[in-house]
């Protein structure tokens, strides 16, 4: 079993501004991969950024970048240059064992980008 | 490609009615996963198909089912409906089982009354 936590219900900063969400993980596998998945008003979950865990340098995909502590168990999603589109549900996720667990969602960051 | 499509996209039930929810993966992938979301409990996995078979199961009661046909396009079942089950639920697809992001449709809201 693995657990997802994410501390921070909500957050809002102003468009241009760089963001940082948090999350934490707790898993017993060795092999697993983290994700961050967007969810924007219209509720279409949209995949971010992936992390296997067996890879040290931290994943980047244009403004999206992660801090993977693997020892703390802690996975941060950062948003540079942050845009009015940006505004969505951040969902934190976990899976291990080949997936058949299916992934395994923290409770969402709410992030607002204020114009 | 096409992304995952999901049918319909919304549906308002009584309770004590059964539902069919109905998904379409993308093409090529050969897994698809049901996840319940809820304002309470949040995201929870239901269960995934691969290759017509059941992988595994969430913490759900029996009157939560699904089946996978050949083309991999998947169904999800629930029996006798309660007002606790309204929730959006989404389907997710992946190319098989050493693949382990998945790809989300936009849903079914389903409301019971």
Same mark, same amino acid.
């Given at each position: 079993?693995?657990t997802?936590?994410?501390?921070?219900?909500?957050?809002?900063?102003?468009?241009a501004?760089?963001?940082?969400?948090?999350?934490?993980?707790?898993?017993?596998?060795?092999?697993?991969?983290?994700?961050?998945?967007?969810?924007?008003?219209? !509720? =279409?979950?949209?995949?971010?950024? !992936?992390?296997?865990?067996?890879?040290?340098?931290?994943?980047?995909?244009? !403004?999206f970048?992660?801090?993977?502590?693997?020892?703390?168990?802690?996975?941060?999603?950062?948003?540079?240059?942050?845009?009015?589109?940006?505004?969505?549900?951040?969902?934190?996720?976990?899976?291990?064992?080949?997936?058949?667990?299916?992934?395994?969602?923290?409770?969402?960051?709410?992030?607002?980008? =204020?114009? | 490609?096409?992304?995952?499509?999901?049918?319909? #996209?919304? $549906?308002?039930?009584?309770?004590?009615? %059964?539902?069919?929810?109905? +998904? /379409?993966?993308i /093409?090529?992938?050969?897994?698809?996963?049901?996840? %319940?979301?809820?304002?309470?409990?949040?995201? %929870?996995? $239901?269960?995934?198909?691969?290759?017509?078979?059941?992988?595994?199961?969430?913490?759900?009661?029996? #009157?939560?089912?699904? #089946? %996978?046909?050949?083309n991999?396009?998947?169904?999800?079942?629930?029996?006798?409906?309660?007002?606790?089950?309204?929730?959006?639920? $989404? +389907?997710?697809? #992946?190319?098989?089982?050493?693949?382990?992001?998945?790809?989300?449709?936009?849903?079914?809201?389903?409301?019971?009354?």
């Open positions: 079993a693995q997802v936590t994410q501390s921070q219900p909500e957050m809002s900063v102003q468009e501004e760089t963001v940082t969400l948090s999350c934490t993980y707790d898993t017993s596998e060795n092999n697993y991969y983290l994700f961050w998945y967007k969810q924007p008003p219209s !509720r =279409q979950m949209i995949l971010v950024i !992936r992390q296997e865990a067996y890879k040290q340098q931290n994943a980047t995909e244009n !403004r970048s992660v801090n993977f502590q693997k020892a703390a168990k802690s996975f941060s999603l950062k948003i540079s240059d942050s845009q009015l589109g940006d505004t969505a549900m951040y969902f934190c996720a976990c899976a291990s064992g080949g997936g058949a667990d299916g992934l395994t969602f923290g409770k969402g960051t709410h992030l607002i980008i =204020q114009p | 490609k096409a992304g995952v499509t999901q049918t319909p #996209r919304y $549906l308002i039930k009584t309770r004590g009615q %059964q539902v069919t929810l109905s +998904c /379409s993966p /093409s090529g992938h050969r897994s698809v996963s049901w996840y %319940q979301q809820t304002p309470g409990q949040g995201l %929870q996995f $239901l269960f995934e198909y691969f290759s017509e078979t059941q992988r595994n199961k969430g913490n759900f009661p029996g #009157r939560f089912s699904g #089946r %996978q046909f050949s991999s396009r998947s169904e999800m079942n629930v029996s006798t409906l309660e007002l606790g089950d309204s929730a959006l639920y $989404l +389907c997710a697809s #992946r190319p098989g089982t050493a693949s382990y992001e998945q790809y989300f449709g936009p849903g079914t809201r389903l409301t019971v009354t």
